[in-house]
């Protein structure tokens, strides 16, 4: 069994910057490419960032020049810097293998909320 377990979520003001955490955990889980999901309210669920197992990134154009994603292969951890956070970042933020999110079961995500 894999777990993935997001955090650093919060309420920030718009302009303002969140660093989300992504720690994978089980005998089970191995070293692939990763991602950083996001769900609104009303919506599905979408890759807006992808790291290779080397380091490679690619992002989706909404946050481009915005979130880095980075990772730690020894520490099995992901991390999503994100920078000039608008309103419409407003999600659950998650992370799952890229670039489909089939690779383990979803955690519980992390919410961010970007409000004035």
């Known amino acids: 069994q894999v777990q993935l377990v997001e955090s650093g979520g919060g309420l920030v003001q718009p302009g303002g910057s969140l660093r989300l955490s992504c720690a994978a955990s089980g005998s089970r889980f191995r070293i692939s490419a990763m991602g950083w999901y996001r769900q609104a309210p009303g919506k599905q669920r979408e890759l807006i960032a992808a790291?290779?197992?080397?380091?490679?990134?690619n992002y989706a154009d909404s946050v481009k020049g915005r979130f880095t994603i980075s990772r730690d292969n020894a520490k099995n951890t992901v991390w999503l810097q994100m920078d000039s956070l608008k309103p419409e970042d407003t999600a659950v933020y998650y992370c799952?293998?890229?670039?489909?999110?089939?690779?383990?079961?979803w955690g519980q995500g992390t919410q961010v909320t970007v409000s004035s």
């Open positions: 799952n293998t890229a670039p489909n999110g089939s690779g383990y079961s």
């Open positions: 790291i290779s197992i080397g380091g490679s990134t």
